[in-house]
Structures are given as C-alpha cells and as structure tokens.
C-alpha cells in the first residue's frame, strides 16, 4: 500500500509539478498589478508583470482568471533575455463570471494587459473594484494605481499607500501587499472625481524612444548633408546662368548712326522726288520741280545722283 502511495506521489510530481510547487513554495515570485484608469480607452487598463519562481521549471502552463465581461486579454506576452516583449499563443476558457487564459510560459517573465469595463464613471464620479482571484501562491504582490489627468480627491480601500511622480508627469501611487498563498483573494477598491472625459495620453508630451543622435534611422549629421546641399546650390546656378545667356540672345540689336533708314513700303521713285526738291538748273538756275529730268525753262539736262 505504502508503496502504491508513492508510486502515485511520484507521477503527480511529473505530471502536474506546477501543483506541487503551489504547496512547497511560490509558484510566482512576484506579481506586480498596474491599475490605469482612462489612459488611453473610458475603461481600466490592467497590466500584469509577473515572474515565475526559480523552482518553476520551463516551459510552464499557466491559467490565470480575468473577468468575464473583458472578453479577451489585449496581450499575452513573455520577455525574452534580452528585454523585449513577445506576443505568445493562448486559449480561452468562460467560467462563470470569470474567463481563464490558459497559456505556455517559456521565459520567467510575463505580461498580460486588459482592458476592464468595469470602471464605474457616473457624471464626474469614478468607482473601480480590483479582485486577485488567488489562483497562485505569490511570494511577493504590489499594485500601482495611476492618477488619471483632471483627476482629484483619489481614495484607496486598503489605503496604506506611497507616491512618486512619473517621467509623464503623472502620479503613481503604490501598495506593497506582500506575499499571498494560493486561494487568498485580495480585493482594492479605488474612487476619484473627474469633471472632463479626457484621457490621460493624450495631454503626454511625445518622446523618443531611444536617444537621437546621427546613427538614428531617418536623420542625417550635418557632414553628410553639406555635400548635397552644395550639389543644390551648383546646379541652381548652372541652370540660372543658362536661362540668362538664353534670354540675352533674344535681345533685339539696334541700328547705328543717324543716316535715314529706307522702310520696305518706301519706292525708290519717292526717293529720288524726294531728293529733286533741292536741284536747280546748272545753266539757268531755275529750281527743277519733281519728277523733272530737263530744266523746264532752258531744257538743259538736270544733274540727278
């Protein structure tokens, strides 16, 4: 008998260790809860940061409760050795008034975030509930509530709080609960006063990822954008210095001196009438009239050049 008992210990320790670590020590190391009301929906953002025990052993299937009217989580993600956040696969199970999110850990830390209808907006009133369904043994569990922007007169229930003030310039008010065991529930309410519907991202100052400098991806040193500029600056002048000799050509030129030009409509008979009005006669004097080539009076030939 006693050794059917073991036996029977022995494959529950290898078919389901995740139950044996809950009795001998911390399934979860820590479990860092961030409350966020209206910071980006008129709704409460929940986000979960949550590393596993040492004695967990990887990969680790884990099944958290979220509340039934969330739906579906926003994101379930773990961080790799690296520090970045990936999405991971995950299933959906609806239980009454809860939804569990079942899904395969293969790193020690973990993410979830939801979106939770649940916060209470009634005029300018704000009433959230929290609840820790205790499905884990957690050795040490803290919740960060932020003060939403326009909020005032913010409660807590427990209220044993501290603040800081954040990089956005918002306030962070956190609760240090200490550890849990599997089973015990902590619950937190919190209420505050809000006279407009505005979100707490949109009054955020827009900032830079990372540090900007000349190897950031879309900007360009002032070495690098010197010879461009020049390479402007000397085909706008060669293409000025072309429009200028072009419009110079085109200038008309005028004529020189001041004798009489002869307009193409003028006969060359008008011009030599013209020219007869100051001859005479080189035998008797008599002016000739125009058109004349023998003096009218003598009939000597008139001299015409």
């Keep these: 008998m006693e050794k059917k008992i073991r036996t029977m210990l022995l494959l529950l320790v290898l078919l389901f260790?995740?139950?044996?670590?809950?009795?001998?020590?911390?399934?979860?190391?820590?479990?860092?809860?961030?409350?966020w009301p209206e910071y980006d929906r008129p709704s409460m953002l929940v986000i979960y940061d949550i590393t596993l025990s040492p004695q967990v052993a990887l990969p680790f299937q884990m099944s958290m409760r979220i509340p039934a009217a969330v739906g579906s989580p926003h994101a379930v993600a773990v961080r790799q050795p690296?520090?970045?956040?990936?999405?991971?696969?995950?299933?959906?199970?609806?239980?009454?008034?809860w939804t569990r999110v079942v899904f395969q850990a293969t790193t020690p830390e973990i993410r979830m975030e939801y979106y939770d209808p649940g916060l209470g907006i009634e005029d300018s009133h704000r009433l959230y509930k929290y609840s820790w369904p205790g499905d884990?043994?957690?050795?040490?569990?803290?919740?960060?509530?932020?003060?939403?922007?326009g909020a005032s007169e913010l409660q807590f229930k427990p209220g044993m709080v501290t603040s800081r003030q954040g990089t956005d310039g918002l306030t962070y008010y956190l609760m240090n609960v200490g550890?849990?065991?599997a089973g015990q529930v902590f619950?937190?309410?919190l209420e505050y006063d809000k006279d407009s519907d505005d979100l707490s991202v949109s009054d955020m100052p827009v900032e830079p990822s990372a540090p900007l400098d000349g190897s950031t991806p879309g900007r360009a040193s002032s070495r690098?954008?010197?010879?461009?500029?020049l390479g402007i600056l000397g085909l706008l002048l060669l293409v000025g210095g072309g429009v200028w000799y072009w419009q110079s050509g085109r200038q008309k030129v005028k004529p020189r001196g001041k004798g009489r030009v002869r307009r193409p409509s003028e006969k060359p008979s008008e011009a030599v009438e013209t020219q007869a009005n100051h001859?005479?006669?080189p035998q008797c004097g008599k002016r000739a009239s125009p058109g004349d080539r023998f003096c009218r009076a003598c009939g000597t030939q008139l001299r015409i050049s």
Excluded: H, R
């Excluded at 690296?82 to 009454?96: A, K, M, R």
């Excluded at 884990?136 to 922007?149: A, I, K, L």
């Excluded at 690098?224 to 500029?229: A, F, Q």
């Design 136 to 149: 884990f043994t957690v050795g040490s569990f803290n919740v960060e509530v932020q003060q939403p922007t």
């Design 179 to 181: 550890p849990l065991s």
């Design 187 to 189: 619950e937190i309410t």
């Design 224 to 229: 690098s954008i010197l010879p461009l500029l």
């Design 17 to 35: 260790p995740s139950a044996v670590l809950a009795q001998e020590g911390p399934a979860l190391s820590t479990v860092g809860v961030k409350l």
């Design 279 to 281: 001859i005479y006669c």
């Design 82 to 97: 690296g520090g970045d956040l990936v999405n991971i696969p995950y299933e959906q199970e609806s239980e009454t008034g």
